[in-house]
């Protein structure tokens, strides 16, 4: 199934009806700029994104909280683990575990090619 069969873009116009509790950092697929399609409804963002479907590497990967080495690190992926890429920036992906999260940043070069 792809990402756009499994998180259809929602139809009709797409409000918030009150105040929303922003989760904490790394929970769900949500930043200011960015949030999951799946998100779309639930918590407002500037663009939703549809993810792109990875593999973490034979090396596996520590899934950090923001894009730098000595950052916190929410979780530890497995070699082979799946993913979802939602977006790019430098040598660092922002990607998460699915639209419940965690998601986090890990180095471009732990995905399997």
């Known amino acids: 199934m ?3 069969e499994q998180y259809p873009l929602p139809e009709g116009p797409i409000g918030l ?4 509790a922003r989760p904490a ?3 769900l697929p949500l930043r200011g700029d960015l949030a999951h399609v799946a998100l779309a409804g639930r918590f407002l963002a500037a663009h939703y994104v549809v993810p ?3 593999t973490v ?3 596996g990967a520590a899934l950090h909280l923001a894009p730098r080495d ?6 530890e992926l497995e070699a082979g683990a799946a ?3 939602l977006d790019y920036a430098g040598d660092w992906c922002w990607a998460t575990c699915g639209p419940d999260g965690p998601s986090g940043y890990l180095p471009i070069g732990r995905l399997a090619q």
């Open 25 to 27: 950092p790394g929970t």
């Open 57 to 59: 590497g034979p090396q």
């Open 17 to 20: 009806k009150g105040p929303v």
């Open 83 to 85: 993913i979802e890429a």
């Open 70 to 75: 000595d950052s916190e690190i929410l979780a």
């Open 2 to 4: 792809t990402p756009q």
């Open 52 to 54: 792109q479907p990875r």
